[in-house]
């Protein structure tokens, strides 16, 4: 089954985070399938490609929670 979760980046204690699309056995850090966004807590940076989200979506991958809200948090300012 695919997910779309995130993957961390950067140094200790500054994190940042991919949203990527990975077989949920794979390790959180292992190799994605495909890179669709980004997110950086500290600066609230967001930038994600919806249109490859909804495309996994329909094709069966499950959102975590935290991708969910962070989805939502985009769609809710273009709206």
Not at 26 to 37: H, M, T, Y
Not at 44 to 63: E, F, T
């Amino acid at each position: 089954m695919l997910k779309i979760r995130l993957k961390r980046f950067g140094r200790k204690k500054y994190p940042s985070y991919r949203i990527i699309v990975i077989d949920s056995k794979k390790p959180r850090d292992g190799r994605a399938i495909e890179e669709v966004g980004f997110y950086h807590p500290i600066t609230n940076q967001i930038k994600v490609n919806l249109d490859k989200v909804q495309q996994r979506i329909n094709n069966g991958a499950q959102l975590t929670k935290k991708v969910q809200n962070i989805v939502q948090k985009i769609k809710s300012l273009n709206y």
